[in-house]
C-alpha cells in the first residue's frame, strides 16, 4: 500500500465504508471515519487504536462537517485521502416521492459530498496533494425504471467530480469517481434504501422492478472487500483514473448506454446541427 496515509471516509458504518475501514486500519493506516451514530460506528469497526478516530457527523450540515475535517487535522496533522462514500438508495417514479423524501435524499447523496469537498479542500490545496475519491453508482450512468431520484443524486456527484477534477489539478489534488454496480452489502435492507412512503397503484412496472431488486439482497455478483481493496489501491497510483466501473454487471451497463446514445447521437444528427448560424 505504499508509506502511511491518513484517510477520511463518511458513512463507515456498514457496507463499503466498513470494508475500507477495517482494510486500512489493518494495513496500518491511520483512519478518520464518519456515521451519525457514533457508538455504532465504534462497535462496527471495534479498533480502539491511536489510528482510528470515529467521528459523529451530519453530512447535511456544513458546521458539522466542518468540525469533523478540523478534528481529523488536529489529530493527525493532514489528510491525503478522502472518500465520500455516505449515500442510500431511493426508489420511486418522482410523482411518488414526497418533496422531504427527495430532498433527503440529496442532502446525504449530494450535499453532503459537496459539504465535504468545499471544508477539505483548503487543506489539500495548501498541501499541494490528496485525492478525493467520490462513491456514485452505475444508476448515475445507466438509470433503471423507478430509481429516477437516486439516478439523478448519483449523476450530480458523477458530474461535480468531473469538473472538480478540472478545478483541483492545479493543486495537484486528484479526483475519481466510483460507479459500482450491485455489491454484496445491506444496500438493499431497510438499513440503506427508502422506497416511496406513498406509492401509487398504477406504476406496476415501478412495483415489479423494486421487487426484482430487493430478491436479489445477498445475491449480488459484487464482493465488498473486493471493491475495497480495488478503492484503496487507487491512493497509489501516480495517475489515477477520473471514472471507475466496479463490477462486471457496472461495465455492461455503462458500454450499453454509451453505445445507444451514440446511435442516438448520430440518428438526430441532421437537427442537432441545423441550429447553427449560416455563415455562408
Given at each position: 500500500?505504499g508509506k502511511?496515509?491518513?484517510?477520511?471516509?463518511?458513512?463507515?458504518?456498514?457496507?463499503l465504508?466498513?470494508?475500507?475501514?477495517?482494510?486500512?486500519?489493518?494495513?496500518?493506516?491511520?483512519v478518520a471515519?464518519?456515521?451519525?451514530?457514533?457508538?455504532?460506528?465504534?462497535?462496527?469497526?471495534?479498533?480502539?487504536?491511536?489510528?482510528?478516530l470515529?467521528?459523529?457527523?451530519?453530512?447535511?450540515?456544513?458546521?458539522?462537517?466542518?468540525?469533523?475535517?478540523?478534528?481529523?487535522?488536529?489529530?493527525?496533522?493532514?489528510?491525503?485521502?478522502?472518500?465520500?462514500?455516505a449515500?442510500y438508495g431511493?426508489?420511486?417514479?418522482?410523482?411518488?416521492?414526497?418533496?422531504?423524501?427527495?430532498?433527503?435524499s440529496?442532502?446525504?447523496?449530494?450535499?453532503?459530498?459537496l459539504?465535504?469537498?468545499?471544508?477539505v479542500?483548503?487543506y489539500l490545496?495548501?498541501?499541494?496533494?490528496?485525492?478525493?475519491?467520490?462513491?456514485a453508482?452505475?444508476?448515475?450512468?445507466?438509470?433503471?425504471?423507478?430509481?429516477?431520484?437516486?439516478?439523478?443524486?448519483?449523476?450530480?456527484?458523477?458530474?461535480?467530480?468531473?469538473?472538480?477534477a478540472?478545478?483541483?489539478k492545479?493543486?495537484?489534488?486528484?479526483?475519481?469517481v466510483?460507479?459500482?454496480?450491485?455489491?454484496?452489502t445491506?444496500?438493499?435492507?431497510a438499513?440503506?434504501l427508502?422506497?416511496?412512503?406513498?406509492?401509487?397503484?398504477?406504476y406496476?412496472?415501478?412495483?415489479a422492478?423494486?421487487?426484482?431488486?430487493?430478491?436479489?439482497?445477498?445475491?449480488?455478483?459484487?464482493?465488498?472487500?473486493?471493491?475495497?481493496?480495488?478503492?484503496?489501491?487507487?491512493a497509489?497510483?501516480p495517475?489515477p483514473p477520473l471514472?471507475?466501473?466496479l463490477?462486471?454487471?457496472?461495465?455492461?451497463?455503462?458500454?450499453?448506454?454509451?453505445?445507444?446514445?451514440?446511435?442516438e447521437?448520430?440518428?438526430?444528427?441532421?437537427?442537432?446541427?441545423?441550429?447553427?448560424?449560416?455563415?455562408?
Open positions: 500500500m502511511k496515509k491518513v484517510w477520511f471516509i463518511t458513512g463507515a458504518s456498514k457496507g465504508g466498513l470494508s475500507l475501514v477495517h482494510q486500512l486500519l489493518n494495513a496500518g493506516q491511520y471515519a464518519t456515521s451519525r451514530n457514533i457508538s455504532e460506528l465504534k462497535k462496527a469497526v471495534n479498533n480502539d487504536s491511536g489510528k482510528f470515529p467521528l459523529a457527523v451530519n453530512l447535511a450540515d456544513e458546521q458539522s462537517v466542518d468540525d469533523a475535517i478540523k478534528a481529523t487535522i488536529a489529530k493527525f496533522e493532514r489528510i491525503d485521502v478522502v472518500i465520500n462514500n449515500g431511493i426508489g420511486g417514479s418522482i410523482e411518488e416521492l414526497s418533496d422531504a423524501e427527495t430532498r433527503n440529496f442532502d446525504v447523496n449530494v450535499f453532503g459530498t459539504n465535504v469537498i468545499r471544508k479542500s483548503p490545496r495548501t498541501q499541494r496533494a490528496g485525492h478525493i475519491i467520490n462513491i453508482s452505475i444508476a448515475g450512468i445507466a438509470g433503471a425504471t423507478g430509481w429516477a431520484v437516486y439516478a439523478a443524486a448519483k449523476s450530480a456527484v458523477i458530474a461535480l467530480s468531473e469538473v472538480s478540472e478545478d483541483l492545479e493543486f495537484g489534488v486528484k479526483v475519481t466510483v460507479a459500482p454496480g450491485a455489491f454484496r445491506s444496500f438493499l435492507t438499513d440503506s427508502i422506497l416511496a412512503a406513498n406509492p401509487i397503484g398504477e406496476e412496472e415501478v412495483r422492478i423494486h421487487n426484482k431488486y430487493l430478491k436479489m439482497d445477498g445475491q449480488q455478483i459484487g464482493d465488498p472487500e473486493k471493491a475495497a481493496a480495488a478503492m484503496i489501491s487507487l497509489s497510483m495517475n471514472h471507475l466501473l463490477g462486471n454487471d457496472a461495465f455492461q451497463r455503462a458500454n450499453n448506454k454509451l453505445e445507444s446514445l451514440q446511435k447521437f448520430r440518428d438526430w444528427k441532421a437537427i442537432t446541427i441545423s441550429t447553427d448560424f449560416d455563415e455562408n
